[in-house]
């Protein structure tokens, strides 16, 4: 990778929204670690699920979550009317 790739992924992700990543519980501190290892704790926050399908790791960017809950409730308030 030149510098140049480097630095525009570098802008890139600092421009990217911090994204949740959920796992198993037993999974969590070494997937931080890995995170870490990869210095990039700034862009993920790590949170220990039960939930969590075996194996697998869920991304969420709640950033995009709530612009999207904030978009619908705006489109259902808009149909809402009051009558006296």
Do not use: W
Request: hydrophobic fraction near 45%.
């Amino acid at each position: 990778m030149t510098l140049e790739e480097e630095l525009a992924l570098i802008v890139q992700e600092h421009g990217d929204a911090q994204r949740t990543l959920i796992c198993e519980p037993e999974r969590a501190d070494a997937l931080r670690a890995a995170i870490a290892q990869l210095e990039r704790s700034y862009l993920y926050k790590v949170c220990a699920s039960a939930a969590c399908p075996e194996g697998k790791i869920l991304v969420i960017d709640e950033q995009a979550l709530q612009a999207s809950m904030n978009q619908t409730f705006q489109r259902a308030a808009k149909n809402i009317r009051m009558h006296p």
